[in-house]
């Protein structure tokens, strides 16, 4: 069965603080992976997307990066802000299915605080 | 703002009622999707609709009943519903059939509704 793990669960950093999110899946063969933030009582809005063959990807204070050999993904969050606390979500999209089987992540629930 | 809209953004109902939730996007999008969200758990994935046709029923119970009445709307008909129903309902909507690319399988979703079932 194709998963998605992410951690950790929750996470609460400094403001100005870096930090790193991690995403471990099972999907293969994949197309792409994304993440995405979402933010209290809001939809998820994708932040990065990389294929397979990428290895990071930026997005602002925001990079990803992608191992396709030992299926991880990860993103770096430089000099947090308060309007990074949200949730990031990591989704993997199967490459032998259309848009309707993405494989989506519990999520990382961050709180940065002043 | 994403281009897709949801309401109402908040619903109380008991499980003997009746409601729908309501989706339109603005982004002339063709494939339109319903996500159930609860805590702590991934996302949902309910139904899908390519060009107004269902195309997946992810094993959802009957009290759930969608209707996609043209490319730009979506809703979901509730009734008698149970209490553990509760949770945040997203919708969602993509191009189909993109392969590969930048913009590839990419879901723009709404605010969702945030749905209490008493």
């Known amino acids: 069965k194709n998963q998605v793990e992410q951690s950790p669960q929750s996470l609460i950093i400094l403001e100005g603080k870096n930090c790193t999110l991690q995403?471990?899946?099972?999907?293969?063969?994949?197309?792409?992976l994304r993440w995405y933030k979402q933010d209290t009582g809001r939809g998820p809005v994708s932040l990065t997307i990389?294929?397979?063959?990428?290895n990071t990807k930026s997005n602002g204070r925001y990079t990803a990066t992608l191992d396709a050999d030992t299926k991880q993904s990860s993103l770096h969050i430089t000099a947090s802000q308060l309007s990074d606390s949200a949730s990031y979500i990591c989704?993997?999209?199967?490459?032998?299915?259309?848009?309707?089987?993405?494989?989506f992540g519990t999520g990382t629930r961050l709180t940065i605080i002043p | 703002e994403t281009g897709v809209t949801q309401t109402p953004r908040h619903l109380v109902m008991g499980m003997t009622n009746k409601k729908s939730l309501k989706c339109e996007q603005h982004?002339?999008?063709?494939?339109m999707y319903w996500y159930k969200q609860s805590a702590k758990k991934p996302l949902e994935l309910m139904f899908v609709?390519?060009?107004?046709?269902?195309?997946e029923n992810n094993s959802v119970p009957s009290r759930f009943s969608p209707e996609c009445p043209n490319s730009s709307h979506l809703f979901l008909h509730l009734h008698t519903l149970q209490p553990e129903d509760s949770a945040l309902y997203l919708c969602?909507?993509?191009?189909?059939?993109?392969?590969?690319?930048?913009?590839?399988?990419?879901?723009?979703f709404g605010p969702g509704t945030r749905l209490t079932v008493l």
């Open positions: 969602a909507s993509s191009r189909p059939g993109l392969a590969g690319g930048p913009g590839a399988n990419e879901q723009f």
């Open positions: 609709y390519n060009f107004k046709e269902q195309t």
């Open positions: 982004l002339g999008h063709n494939a």
């Open positions: 989704v993997v999209t199967p490459a032998n299915f259309g848009n309707e089987k993405l494989t």
């Open positions: 995403c471990n899946y099972t999907v293969s063969p994949f197309s792409n």
């Open positions: 990389m294929t397979f063959s990428e």
